[in-house]
């Protein structure tokens, strides 16, 4: 279903936009019905694809040298 086409989009982005929508998708993401959901879609084509595009965001997140991301990324773009 698209939710944009009932008017739904634009309050669901400004809720996720918002601390608590934020701590919502944290806690479902969290949980073992999300890590499942989570695996599902990046065993998919789309889903590693998804993964690869945000992953660099995420390395920078975590203060690590440029040589360690270019080794994951690499490393990871060579298994896909």
Same mark, same amino acid.
């Given at each position: 279903?698209? #939710?944009? /086409?009932?008017?739904?989009?634009? &309050?669901?982005? $400004?809720?996720? +936009? !918002? *601390?608590? %929508? =934020?701590?919502?998708? @944290?806690?479902? #993401?969290? /949980?073992?019905?999300?890590?499942? &959901?989570?695996? $599902?879609?990046? +065993? !998919? *084509?789309? %889903? =590693?694809?998804?993964? @690869?595009?945000? #992953?660099? /965001?995420?390395?920078?997140?975590?203060?690590?040298?440029?040589?360690?991301?270019?080794?994951?990324?690499?490393?990871?773009?060579?298994?896909?």
């Amino acid at each position: 279903m698209a #939710l944009g /086409s009932f008017g739904m989009g634009g &309050m669901v982005s $400004k809720y996720l +936009a !918002t *601390p608590e %929508g =934020q701590a919502a998708v @944290l806690n479902y #993401l969290t /949980s073992d019905e999300g890590i499942a &959901m989570l695996k $599902k879609f990046i +065993a !998919t *084509p789309g %889903g =590693q694809k998804t993964m @690869l595009s945000i #992953l660099p /965001s995420i390395l920078d997140g975590l203060s690590l040298s440029s040589e360690v991301k270019d080794a994951v990324l690499d490393s990871i773009e060579k298994s896909v």
